[in-house]
């Protein structure tokens, strides 16, 4: 029994095949829409591939891409098929290719949704290279005079400025590491020597911040050295935790940041995704009833269109046997070759006729 089986006459058959067309060019517009939602998502994480460990983060961008200039090709494709499809005898040349077609377009429009779904699952991969990534930067931020990581510094302060953060997980982060650099460092000053001995490493370590963690709207100036020494600030506490610096990460001011963007294109990816789901329904009536009108042989007359051809069940059992029997084709069973009598017997007859042989007369 067909799955949703509808009755089209020639009107309806038409109205369809236009419609569909229409729909085939909104849908290329789609396509360029994922293309464009994807190449902004690339360049974005592009603007910070300096505080960002190299992984698969890009694998979400790259498919948005793609699915883009595929959907922009298929559409383009299926505006042809449909608009032919209001002429029954333009029809015949596509007859054979409609349903390689619709299964592509079927595999296309379920890429849409993996890619989606993909927005919304990147965050513990984005969150994993951000720490890596942001860890290593603030790690070289000091290394103002090596090649390869004297920009660290600039691209740090300007993060720091711009996401309104500090350090990776938050401001304590700088506590731990030599975020000075020893070309600035007084080694005759007995107080730095003495911190540098101080440290197992030799580090120079200090309860301060770099000038970029200060929130220019505090109204008293910015305090980024002695954080944590109440003696060194008149009417300060440190224990308040009401310091005039940014007191979120940046790792966490970057994830939101690249969350809200990917939930956004998420949400456009679904809705495309249902749209092109839409479309495709309307391809598969237009097939299945172009077909039936043309096995009557009345072109002006009724036909039946579905999704469906049999129940989900049997559709279902018919795929999987094929699936099964791919490849089984060309196979020779050897159980049977096994058991049949006639194999390896020679025949001894060949060539040689049952013919009755007649004596020669003898002549006299």
């Not at 054979?96 to 619709?102: A, D, E, K, N």
């Not at 495309?272 to 097939?287: K, P």
């Amino acid at each position: 029994m067909a799955v949703l089986k509808v009755k089209f006459t020639k009107t309806k058959r038409d109205k369809l095949a236009q419609i569909l067309w229409i729909l085939n060019w909104v849908s290329v517009v789609s396509g360029i829409i994922l293309f464009s939602l994807g190449l902004f998502l690339k360049i974005e994480i592009k603007k910070r591939n300096e505080v960002m460990a190299k992984g698969d983060i890009n694998s979400v961008p790259n498919m948005l891409i793609s699915v883009g200039v595929i959907a922009c090709i298929i559409n383009f494709l299926g505006g042809k098929i449909c608009y032919d499809c209001s002429d029954a005898n333009k029809f015949s040349r596509w007859k054979l290719v409609m349903l390689p077609y619709i299964v592509c377009t079927f595999c296309f429009t379920f890429c849409i949704l993996v890619g989606a779904l993909m927005c919304y699952t990147m965050r513990n991969e984005l969150e994993e290279s951000l720490y890596l990534g942001l860890r290593d930067a603030i790690k070289f931020y000091k290394d103002t005079d090596i090649p390869g990581r004297c920009f660290l510094k600039k691209t740090v302060d300007l993060l720091q400025i711009g996401f309104r953060c500090c350090g990776n997980n938050g401001f304590r982060d700088w506590f731990e590491v030599q975020w000075v650099s020893p070309r600035y460092l007084n080694m005759a000053s007995k107080e730095v020597v003495d911190r540098l001995k101080s440290n197992v490493d030799g580090k120079f370590l200090v309860d301060g911040v770099p000038f970029s963690c200060c929130n220019p709207s505090s109204p008293r100036p910015c305090i980024q050295y002695q954080l944590t020494n109440n003696s060194a600030h008149y009417n300060y506490d440190f224990l308040t935790e009401e310091l005039n610096i940014w007191m979120k990460g940046c790792r966490e001011a970057l994830l939101d940041y690249y969350t809200n963007i990917m939930r956004s294109i998420g949400i456009a990816a679904l809705l495309i995704w249902l749209f092109e789901l839409s479309v495709l329904v309307g391809v598969r009536y237009l097939q299945t009833a172009m077909k039936n009108v043309l096995m009557l042989g009345d072109m002006e007359g009724e036909s039946d269109g579905w999704l469906l051809e049999n129940s989900f069940v049997e559709t279902a059992k018919y795929n999987i046997n094929i699936i099964k029997n791919l490849g089984k084709a060309n196979q020779i069973s050897t159980v049977s070759s096994m058991n049949d009598p006639n194999i390896d017997v020679q025949n001894t007859d060949c060539g040689k006729t049952n013919v009755t042989t007649k004596s020669i007369p003898a002549a006299r």
